[in-house]
């Protein structure tokens, strides 16, 4: 046995270590934490300052007792995970379950390199208390404010729902944004551009720079237009310049990958985790954006080597938040002459952006020249500009520019043409369109973070648990949506003589955006109107404040929590007395003009719905129940769009006939399908089930099948590898058998080389699952699981003892321990 034991969090990261430390170190993984509270209610003692009942987790037990053991038997224990709050909680519950002195070694590093190691293990400290109560304090905070609020939205709103601290104000922001969008008038003006004949074939694009608020004012100035002489007025050129971003924070990596890549916010931090612990990055959870002193020497000998010394301008960047409590450095490569690494295309692409950034952060400004160009009109004192650009040097451009969250905030920089003072311009045509003014942006993703980090709600690191935990609990939904149709009019001046059309465009297409459901809205109604401080933006930011406070030792956390429980109980107390017809769960929307029926709109177990007629006595007529399109909510939907719900179809419904047999539209667990000779193909999420007709429903069977033939890649052991679409993703076929393309992999990119990677894949781990099977009884198998190997009999798990050798199982071994495990008791059915 090894002398000495390093602990860290995670396999990847233990892997990598193990390899620069010698053979006197043995480096384990934890697993992440081993300890947390316990479910039930009374995890934390309210009355004795809300101390805290931890537990070893039911999963980890094993590896507690397997960290005991190695601990035991090694002269020196040095704990090693992360460096930030989280980290030094797991290092503290690890002490404690391992039954470790206080003084055991803590290290830190922020960069998985050979140095940093080497380093830390040279400058040892113990676990910082102070870090543990702060992160304790979040805990505990935050299971009180869920274990209390939760049954209250049961009986006040809908049962099964929860609440969270920084979950509510994430889901308030998305509901604010909603209702600023319901609320929005849209209003219409006109924006004059010209567009001027050069030499040589080139074009002039001018414009007015201000819209007319009317058609008659937009028509009234082309008809001064009309023989006018157009003349370059005035010419300015301008030297400008444009500087770096600084290098990423978790924040901006999380924004910037959304942005760029298309990577949601939990993708981006599972791709950087995996990058950090292969030692590529630096520590990925940070709100610094500083670079260290051997960072910037080896940046500056990557630039100075790739594009030259000119190209070099260091900076030293400050983080803005005082209260920036992660890793002191920003998210950087490791090594800078690396411009890329990552197992995968998704991490390779991850990598590439983080070292862009980082070495763009280290390079000169870009040097430009910005000329405005005005035209003069001889019929009237208006003036058209022309604006361009030109680069003069590159600098950091060479390498990256980052983006922006709206897309008409995208700088689409022209060159100008060579223009002269009193130069005389030939207007081939000049337009009046009409334009409308565009409600906020829904939130996407990493607009959704730059808002949490701009309100202090949160840290970066909770970002990513939060907007899955939002979506995953249905008071969100991230998807597209298809946008609407409209007319403008546009007055075109050419040749002397104005012309008039009516065009059409399309408005309020929504890519990947987040969208507050009926129950989202009901819940934060709630919680505003009873409950401010969980969704004060103020008092969110606050708690991150005294959260911070504590991780200096300058206040108690538990003195913390009494001052916020205090409150907050006897407005949990206060609460019972909302009677729930008020909480807008339910709205009576009118009466049915052909029956005479109340239309009413109501949240249901599976979605929101609108009902026709009263709940159902002993003798009277049932009620009729219409389920909300998934753009409709409860708390805005009209009587007008709840009598078009019930004047559509009911499903199913059948279409039309195909090839001789009925195409039938239906809804299941799953979302709407289509039926057709016994098989289901799913609605795409852009059809309305309602009103897909039978020309469209024949597309989308023909496209089905069309996909399930797939295209050949190539042939692999005398038989043909296909590629197709289905219900689960992209996939190849070989040999009758399906395998799933790995996640961002498309048909388009999939090679012949990594078919057969994939199918080989697949193939050796099902070899690996099956430790044993027995030929005179199939049902009963040995088999590798996430948490070792179990024994399958039938459709039940049995465990194996530790003092059994898996592979040396006989039937009859398998057979008597599945005897002696009692059968697990039935579910009771729910009603």
């Known amino acids: 046995m090894s002398k000495n034991l390093v602990i860290v969090e995670s396999p990847a990261k233990a892997k990598t270590i193990e390899g620069y430390l010698g053979k006197d170190f043995t480096v384990k993984s934890s697993y992440g934490h081993v300890r947390d509270l316990p479910k039930e209610n009374d995890a934390i003692d309210i009355k004795n300052g809300f101390k805290p009942t931890y537990i070893i987790s039911p999963e980890k037990i094993k590896v507690v007792n397997e960290l005991k053991a190695l601990a035991k038997s090694s002269d020196e224990v040095w704990l090693a995970t992360d460096d930030d709050r989280e980290g030094e909680s797991i290092s503290w519950h690890l002490k404690e379950a391992l039954g470790l002195a206080d003084n055991t070694k803590r290290i830190v590093f922020r960069e998985i390199t050979k140095k940093a190691i080497q380093n830390a293990i040279q400058n040892p400290r113990t676990i910082d208390v102070d870090l543990v109560n702060a992160q304790q304090a979040r805990r505990v905070l935050d299971r009180l404010i869920g274990f209390e609020l939760s049954p209250v939205l049961w009986s006040k709103v809908k049962k099964g729902l929860s609440a969270g601290r920084v979950q509510s104000v994430a889901v308030r922001i998305i509901v604010e944004r909603e209702r600023e969008i319901e609320n929005f008038d849209s209003k219409s003006s006109f924006k004059i551009v010209a567009l001027f004949n050069l030499k040589g074939g080139k074009v002039l694009q001018a414009e007015l720079p ?35 971003a600084p290098p990423f924070t978790t924040s901006t990596l999380q924004q910037e ?41 080896n940046a500056t000998a990557a630039i100075t080597s790739a594009y030259g010394a000119e190209f070099v301008q260091n900076r030293v960047y400050k983080t803005k938040d005082e209260n920036a409590q992660e890793a002191h450095e920003a998210i950087r490569p490791t090594d800078f002459s690396a411009n890329t690494a990552g197992a995968d295309i998704k991490e390779k692409r991850l990598y590439e952006l983080i070292w862009k950034r980082a070495i763009a952060s280290q390079m000169a400004d870009a040097q430009l020249e910005r000329t405005t160009a005005t035209v003069g009109i001889s019929t009237t004192q208006e003036d058209l500009i022309a604006q361009g650009e030109v680069i003069k040097f590159e600098g950091f451009l060479k390498v990256y520019l980052e983006g922006k969250d709206d897309e008409d905030d995208e700088e689409n920089s022209k060159m100008l043409p060579p223009l002269n003072i009193g130069q005389i311009l030939d207007l081939d045509l000049m337009k009046g369109t009409e334009r409308f003014s565009r409600p906020p942006a ?43 149709e409209r007319s403008f009019k546009e007055m075109i001046l050419k040749d002397g003589k104005i012309s008039e059309k009516v065009g059409k465009e399309t408005y309020g297409t929504e890519k990947s955006k987040l969208f507050p459901t009926s129950v989202g809205m009901v819940v934060n109604d709630f919680l505003v109107d009873n409950f401010k ?21 300058k206040i108690e956390w538990s003195e913390m929590i009494g001052n916020f429980y205090q409150g ?41 719905y609108v009902q026709l007629g009263e709940q159902k006595t002993k003798d009277e007529e049932k009620p009729q129940f219409f389920n909300l399109k998934k753009d409709q909510l409860v708390t805005t939907i009209t009587l007008e769009e709840a009598l078009a719900l019930i004047e ?63 295209s050949a890649i190539g042939i692999f052991e005398e038989e043909p590898i296909t590629s197709g679409k289905g219900r689960f993703g992209p996939y190849v076929k070989h040999g009758g058998k399906f395998y799933s393309l790995g996640r961002g992999e498309t048909l ?44 399958q009999i039938g459709k039940r798990n049995v465990k194996i003892p530790k003092d059994m050798v898996p592979a040396d199982l006989t039937l009859e071994d398998c057979i008597r321990l599945g005897e002696e495990t009692p059968a697990p008791a039935a579910r009771g059915r729910k009603k």
Do not use: W
Request: proline share 6%; glycine share 6%.
């Open 568 to 608: 907050f109980h006897q407005t949990i107390e206060d609460s019972k007395g909302v009677d729930r017809n008020t909480v807008g769960s339910s709205r009576d929307l009118g009466i049915d003009p052909k029956t005479g029926k109340p239309i009413s709109v109501r949240l249901g177990k599976f979605g929101p």
């Open 257 to 297: 990958a959304s942005r760029k890549l298309g990577y949601s916010v939990a993708s981006t931090m599972s791709y950087a985790q995996k990058l950090y612990e292969a030692g590529k990055i630096s520590y990925m959870r940070t709100d610094s954006t500083s670079l260290s002193e051997d960072a910037v020497i």
């Open 748 to 791: 388009e990119t999939i090679t012949f080389d990594r078919a057969v990677e994939i199918i080989n894949a697949k193939r050796n781990a099902e070899a690996n699952k099956y430790l044993k099977e027995f030929p005179e009884n199939d049902t009963i198998k040995v088999l590798n699981g996430m948490y070792g190997p179990y024994i």
């Open 533 to 553: 401080n969980v969704v004060d933006f103020k008092f969110t930011a606050d708690v991150e404040d005294e959260f911070d406070e504590i991780a200096k030792g």
């Open 210 to 244: 201000k819209n007319f608020e009317t058609e008659v004012q937009a028509k009234t100035f082309l008809e001064k237009c009309i023989g006018a002489e157009f003349k370059i007025k005035n010419l300015e050129t301008k030297p400008a310049k444009k500087s770096p």
């Open 648 to 710: 559509l179809p009911k499903l199913p419904r059948e279409v039309g006939f195909f090839e001789d047999k009925p195409m039938i539209i239906g809804a299941g667990k799953m979302g709407p399908y289509i039926k057709h000779d016994d098989k289901y193909t799913s609605l795409p999420p852009t059809e309305d089930p309602f009103t897909v007709t039978e020309a469209r429903a024949i597309e989308i069977v023909l496209e089905k099948r069309q996909a399930d033939v797939g």
């Open 442 to 484: 829904r939130y996407t993703e990493a607009s959704l973070v730059k808002a949490l980090e701009e309100k202090g709600v949160g840290r970066p690191s909770t970002y990513a648990p939060t907007i899955s935990t939002i979506i995953k609990r249905e008071y969100v939904v991230k998807e597209d949506r298809d946008g609407k």
